[in-house]
């Protein structure tokens, strides 16, 4: 009888721990805000989590008008090494650096109404940058789409190598005088529709919720984890808005003037 026991117990100690193996987990989070150093700490800690817990994928839910050049850069290169399957949701927008970021990832899923496109490099104010700085945006865009390889067609003897997302659909994403045919006259920068971005492999599938993705995925038991930004994340968003950079950046001439003006007051050095 002691036998049938110890049996049974190492039985349930083996089922336990072969059902944790085989427990599927998804890293999830947001970037629904400014693409700023706050969206590369959570990016970071995201993908940190993910290789942790041996994830099966990284979900972004992505709703954004844009950024940080340097910023969108260090995010699609984290997401672009990711040796774990990464997945974009676009709830609505990736505009500018979310189109950058979103391209980085393995598949790209768009609600309905959704846009992806303008990247466009632009200065604070608004106004568009110089063309060095284009020029490198349009080349970082054209190689995130390359980076996802090419389809091969055979027909007959003839055999035609074409890409799953057309690079000249992510340069003209930033350059208006980039022409693909039957999408734009090159008179304008490419924003894709979702049923646009689906006719040109820019989208896998419509769809409306995350459950829609996990279920195409075979993800639909999945342990979800969604990574929220810490306190110190909420800090660095704060201090990364360009306006209230500006004002610290006054206060902080003020108070050196003031204090050449006047030494030894103790507030104008503390500003």
């Excluded at 989208?203 to 929220?228: F, P, R, T, Y």
């Excluded at 660095?236 to 003031?258: D, K, Q």
Aim: aromatic residues 8%.
């Amino acid at each position: 009888m002691k036998h049938i026991l110890v049996q049974f117990a190492l039985l349930l100690v083996l089922n336990s721990v072969f059902a944790q193996d085989t427990e599927q987990t998804v890293v999830v989070f947001d970037l629904k805000k400014e693409i700023n150093p706050a969206a590369t700490r959570i990016t970071n800690k995201a993908v940190n989590r993910a290789v942790e817990r041996n994830a099966d994928a990284i979900i972004v839910h992505m709703n954004t008008y844009g950024g940080y050049v340097t910023d969108a850069d260090s995010i699609r290169t984290r997401l672009l090494n990711s040796s774990i399957p990464t997945y974009v949701f676009i709830d609505n927008n990736a505009a500018s650096a979310g189109a950058l970021i979103s391209l980085a990832c393995d598949k790209i899923y768009m609600r309905k109404g959704s846009s992806i496109g303008a990247t466009t490099v632009v200065n604070e104010d608004g106004a568009k940058a110089p063309d060095k700085y284009q020029s490198y945006m349009r080349k970082q865009m054209r190689s995130t789409a390359e980076s996802h390889g090419m389809d091969t067609t055979i027909n007959g003897t003839d055999t035609t190598f074409t890409y799953i997302r057309n690079p000249d659909i992510a340069e003209g994403m930033v350059d208006e005088r980039v022409v693909v045919e039957g999408l734009d006259d090159s008179s304008k920068v490419i924003t894709l529709t979702t049923q646009e971005a689906l006719k040109w492999g820019y989208c896998e599938v419509e769809v409306e919720n995350m459950d829609e993705i996990l279920s195409m995925n075979n993800l639909s038991g999945a342990q979800i984890e969604k990574v929220e930004p810490s306190s110190m994340d909420k800090v660095v968003a704060f201090f990364s808005n360009p306006a209230l950079r500006s004002v610290l950046i006054l206060i902080m001439m003020g108070g050196i003037y003031f204090e050449l003006q006047s030494p030894g007051i103790g507030f104008p050095i503390a500003a």
